[in-house]
C-alpha cells in the first residue's frame, strides 16, 4: 500500500485545502464529495506530521481535491492563498503522484 509522507506544514495545508474541497462539492451537491468525505477522518485533524497509508484510488481521489482546491484558489482574486502556500500545494501534488507510483 502506497504511503503518503508529510511535513508538519504540508500537512496542515493538505488538512485545509481538503476540507475545503469536500465542503464546496457538497454545497453544489457534486457527488464526487461522498467518495472524498470518506478520506478525511484518514487524513486526521492536520496538526502533525503525517505519514498516511492509502490505496491507489484513495490518493487519485485525494490528489482531485487538491487539484480542485488549488485551482479555485488560484481563480480567486485577489488569491486566497499566499505564494509560499502555493508552492508547499505544488509540494503536495508532486508527493501524491509520487507515492501513487511507488
Given at each position: 500500500m502506497p504511503v503518503l509522507n508529510l511535513d508538519?506544514?504540508?500537512y496542515v495545508l493538505l488538512k485545509r485545502l481538503y476540507t475545503e474541497a469536500v465542503q464546496r462539492l457538497a454545497s453544489s451537491d457534486d457527488p464526487r464529495h461522498?467518495?472524498?468525505?470518506?478520506l478525511l477522518p484518514i487524513i486526521g485533524d492536520g496538526t502533525a506530521e503525517r505519514s498516511i497509508p492509502l490505496s491507489r484510488s484513495d490518493l487519485e481521489s485525494m490528489a482531485m481535491m487538491?487539484?480542485?482546491?488549488?485551482?479555485?484558489h488560484l481563480a480567486a482574486t485577489p488569491a486566497a492563498l499566499s505564494s509560499e502556500e502555493l508552492s508547499l500545494g505544488h509540494e503536495i501534488q508532486a508527493k501524491l503522484l509520487q507515492a501513487n507510483r511507488t
Amino acid at each position: 500500500m502506497p504511503v503518503l509522507n508529510l511535513d508538519q506544514a504540508q500537512y496542515v495545508l493538505l488538512k485545509r485545502l481538503y476540507t475545503e474541497a469536500v465542503q464546496r462539492l457538497a454545497s453544489s451537491d457534486d457527488p464526487r464529495h461522498i467518495r472524498a468525505l470518506k478520506l478525511l477522518p484518514i487524513i486526521g485533524d492536520g496538526t502533525a506530521e503525517r505519514s498516511i497509508p492509502l490505496s491507489r484510488s484513495d490518493l487519485e481521489s485525494m490528489a482531485m481535491m487538491v487539484d480542485l482546491a488549488l485551482g479555485w484558489h488560484l481563480a480567486a482574486t485577489p488569491a486566497a492563498l499566499s505564494s509560499e502556500e502555493l508552492s508547499l500545494g505544488h509540494e503536495i501534488q508532486a508527493k501524491l503522484l509520487q507515492a501513487n507510483r511507488t
